[in-house]
Every structure is written in C-alpha cells, then in structure tokens.
C-alpha cells in the first residue's frame, strides 16, 4: 500500500478562511473563539467554495504506481513535484500489483515474470550505454514512484469528490481516501460532509 504523509497545512487553516470569508459580509465583529466551524459549515451550504482556496495542504505519497501518477496530475489547478526516471535509476524498481491480478496464481505469476524480464531488459540497455531517459520507455505504468502534491482545500474537495467514489480507479481512491482521513483530522470542519465507508472504501 502508498505511503501517505501530510507534509504541511496552512496554519489556523479554518481561522483563516472564516476570516476571509467575513470579508464578503464585512462581519468581522461576529467572529470569536470557535465561531469558524459554524461559518465554513454555512459556507458549505451555500456552496460558496473559493473562501477554501486561501488555505492549502501539502503531501508527500510513496509507493503508488506511474498509472496513479498519471491520473493525479490531471488535476491541473494542483502543483506536483514527481520522482524522475530521467535523472534517477530504475534499476531495482518496485511495482504495483492490481487486486486482481494478486487473486489469480496464473495472472500474477505471469504478470511477476514479466516485471522481472523488463527489469532485466531495462539493465541490459544500461549496460549498452543507453542513458536512462532512453531505457525508461520500456517501463511499465506498474513501477512505483514518489510524488509531491499542493492544492488549495477547495481543489482537494473537488478531487475527494471524483476520485474517492466507488467508480473511480482502485489504487486512486486508496490514496485519496487516506489524505481525505488525514484532512478531516486536520481540518474537519471543511471536509465535514465527507463519509468514509471502510467497506467499500468510498467516500460520499
């Protein structure tokens, strides 16, 4: 399973938000100790979401596969910082298995032998001098890597929204379920309306 760490949060994060958010009402008099997790719940109601982009959160996320990568950044109003396999070796690369895959004895020894041939194969090219932003076109989106992500609490809500549902890609909505917990732990008011259900791993 990924690794899953927050790396940072903007401090006072629903303090912050509720006294932007005042801004629009001029109601700075009404806010007290406390009175932020009333007003971002009001926020939520109303749908009045871009108070939420004054605050982010940061993670770090190891051990998830170059096919959730390339899902992740698609979210292009978040910053990424990603592992190269141009500038770092992928020599002794691990991978991912799918569920599915790891079910079926036949399926995951074939799918095990042939990790173990591009493995080979990658260094082999190394040894005949291919650079490895050359020999890293014949690895599969199965090999790990580690990536950085920032987005403000209205981006996350919005990739919790689509990527945490029961339709969404297994191994994304396994992330995405763990740095939504770690989020309601952080910041629960804003993610509030948020349920995990652990069975199904979904959030809704």
Sequence with gaps: MAEVELLAITPDAEKLIELAGRTCYLSHDRSKPGSEQRFIRMLLRNEHLSVLEHAYATFRIKGGSRAFTHQIVRHRLASFSQQSQRYVSESNFEYVVPPTIKANPDALKRFQDLMEEIRKVYGELQELGIPNQDARFVLP????????????????????????????????????????????????????DFVIDKDRMVAR
Excluded: D, G, Y
């Design 141 to 192: 989106n199965a090999v790990t890597s580690e990536i950085v992500i920032s987005a403000n609490l209205r981006e996350w809500r919005h990739i919790f929204t689509v990527r945490c549902e029961q339709a969404a890609q297994w191994e994304i909505r396994t992330i995405c379920i763990q740095m939504l917990e770690l989020l309601q732990k952080a910041v629960p008011t804003v993610f509030c």
